[in-house]
């Protein structure tokens, strides 16, 4: 009885701490789309291809994530410039990655 009060007591009364970035509600929308897509491109582009069939699958999901996302984050660093803390979270992701097709 003692461990359930204790456990409801965590989950009830320590409050859930997590960062803005994770929370796409908490961005305009198109920084949460972008952010999404982004986030799933940079995932593809960092794993290794173990056979040809995953190489194939990794390089078609790079090529219909990842391209368009320079000009993406260009346009989105334009159109937010003045508000910090939009800048401050599309600044971790890297310039000029477009695909070679």
Same mark, same amino acid.
């Given at each position: 009885m003692m461990a359930f009060i204790l456990?409801?007591?965590?989950?009830?009364?320590?409050?859930c701490y997590s960062t803005a970035s994770d929370q796409a509600d908490e961005w305009p929308a198109d920084i949460a789309r972008f952010?999404?897509?982004?986030?799933?491109?940079?995932?593809f582009r960092? =794993?290794?291809?173990?056979?040809? %069939? !995953?190489?194939?699958?990794?390089?078609?999901?790079?090529i219909e994530l990842c391209s368009g996302t320079d000009s993406k984050l260009a346009n989105l660093k334009e159109?937010?410039? =003045?508000?910090?803390?939009?800048? %401050? !979270?599309?600044?971790?992701?890297e310039e000029d990655i477009e695909p070679n097709n």
């Open positions: 456990l409801f007591a965590l989950f009830v009364f320590v409050p952010i999404e897509q982004r986030d799933l491109c940079d995932h960092g =794993e290794e291809p173990y056979d040809e %069939e !995953r190489r194939k699958f990794l390089e078609k999901n790079i159109k937010y410039r =003045e508000n910090s803390v939009v800048i %401050e !979270r599309l600044s971790v992701y």
